[in-house]
């Protein structure tokens, strides 16, 4: 027991000890260290970034390490300033853009940093540091030439997009809108100029006027607007669909999609709009008792291509993109049948007469009582036959057909024969009833 406590206090000793020499030899090396890492540099001429890493945390590769920190923290220093007169200031939200828009710039501007200069490093048994300075006149004039630089690639394709639209190619043209919007992105925060025909205008507020008015200019048009589907046009009929301008001028390569639910699946096809009206056969379309629609409506996605990191800053582009879905009511007429019976005289062709009658019903089917109001003849024609009649116990038997006409070409369009019923009773009279319970 003694000696163990001999043991630990010697430990304790030492550690004190070492405690005491590391102490003593970061305090040398502090004292030793440059201005800079004692006290970081304030200066009005300069943006100054300094990077610290743990040596042993980086191991490989902590003076790279140490340099990108400082220049993160070189570029949190610029600051972005959102001019009154800014595209960005006229946004909705402006303070969630801002916050959003300041984030992004800072970001790229670590990206794309240059013109900086490494002021010195310092480097210790644990840790590395390092100091880097950017001149505020020098980075200046890097930003107002790349300024100027994504101002005339801008124009350029601003200058194109006009011609697009000029010449109807719409498609086109909205994305080159965007492209030249984008490509002063870096921007939005500060106007930006171009001159055209002897004249200074802004760029930026030119590309976004004439962006947003092609977009709330496009105009989808279907016709008809209640779509019939019935027997007579054998339960398929087409839809006009054509995409239009503020001048009714046809505009083509949109892609629109036609939604309805084909037999029991849902069923997509997709058009792209002509300067002809494009005609598309609806078909197959699976029935229902309650409202039918066909959905048509423009993919404003492949129209209007916006990144998802840019779908907040552009937001104003979507609500000027206002082209709504039109929904096509389907008036869907199920074929009027008239049943045709005249030759079933049997007490007890009621069962099978009601069975029928009860099965069209349910499928919403519609019996007329004059034959002239039918699209289809329904002949029902039952055949009886007696089984057994010699014995006590006597056997009916009987089966049916149905023809289905169509009334105005008289042709047959359907057969159907159904499987043979049997009925079993002390009499032919109850064995002929229970044949036809069992029928129907």
């Given amino acids: 027991m003694y000696k163990n406590l001999i043991v630990v206090f ?42 610290k890493v743990n040596k042993k945390s980086n191991p490989n590769n902590y003076q790279e390490a140490a340099k990108r920190i400082a220049l993160n923290d070189l570029a949190s220093e610029i600051s972005v300033n959102i001019q009154s007169n800014s595209l960005m200031s006229s946004f909705e939200d402006n303070a969630g853009f801002k916050s959003e828009f300041t984030r992004y710039i800072q970001m790229e501007m670590s990206k794309d940093l240059e013109g900086y200069q490494m002021q010195g490093s310092f480097e210790t048994e644990d840790q590395y540091m390092v100091y880097y300075r950017l001149s505020k006149v020098k980075w200046a004039e890097i930003q ?95 839809l006009g669909v054509k995409v239009v301008n503020a001048k009714g001028q046809l505009l083509s390569n949109f892609p ?24 598309v056969m609806i078909e197959n379309i699976k029935y229902k008792p309650n409202a039918m629609f066909v959905l048509v409506e423009i993919q404003k996605g492949k129209v209007l291509p916006i990144k998802s990191d840019d779908k907040h800053l552009l937001k ?25 019976d005249k030759m079933n005289k049997s007490p007890y062709y009621h069962y099978l007469k009601d069975a029928i009658q ?16 039918a699209d289809l003849i329904f002949v029902v024609k039952v055949h009886e036959s ?25 042709n047959i369009v359907y057969t159907y024969s159904s499987e043979s019923y049997k009925g079993v009773a002390y009499s032919l009279d109850e064995a002929n009833e229970k044949a036809y319970i069992k029928a129907s």
Wanted: charged share 25%; glycine share 2%.
């Fill in 256 to 279: 629109i999609s036609v939604n309805y639910r084909k037999t029991s699946i849902p069923f997509q096809t997709i058009i792209y709009s002509s300067t002809e009206v494009r005609n």
């Fill in 144 to 238: 107002a030439k790349r300024k100027a630089a994504a101002a005339d690639r801008a124009k350029n394709l601003f200058l194109q997009a006009q011609k697009e639209k000029e010449a109807l190619n719409y498609t086109s043209a909205i994305k080159t809108y965007l492209n030249s919007l984008l490509e002063i992105k870096k921007y939005w925060n500060e106007a930006v100029y171009y001159s055209i025909d002897n004249q200074k205008r802004r760029l930026d507020m030119d590309i976004r006027s004439d962006l947003i008015s092609t977009l709330s200019e496009i105009q989808l048009i279907v016709e008809p607007s209640v779509l019939d589907i019935n027997y007579n046009n054998h339960f398929k009929n087409t």
């Fill in 316 to 340: 104003f582009l979507r609500d000027a993109f206002q082209v709504n879905p039109i929904q096509v009511e389907v008036n869907y007429e199920l074929p009027k049948i008239y049943i045709e």
């Fill in 386 to 410: 007696n089984a057994n009649t010699t014995s006590q116990v006597k056997t009916k038997r009987l089966s049916y057909s149905i023809e289905v006409r169509n009334r105005k070409k008289g």
């Fill in 358 to 373: 009860h099965s069209f019903g349910k499928q919403h089917f519609s019996l007329v009582s004059s034959k002239k109001a």
């Fill in 10 to 51: 010697f430990i304790i000793v030492l550690s004190a000890c070492s405690s005491s020499r590391s102490a003593k030899r970061v305090a040398a090396e502090m004292e030793a260290a440059p201005a800079w890492v004692k006290s970081r540099p304030i200066t009005n001429i300069y943006y100054v970034g300094i990077g």
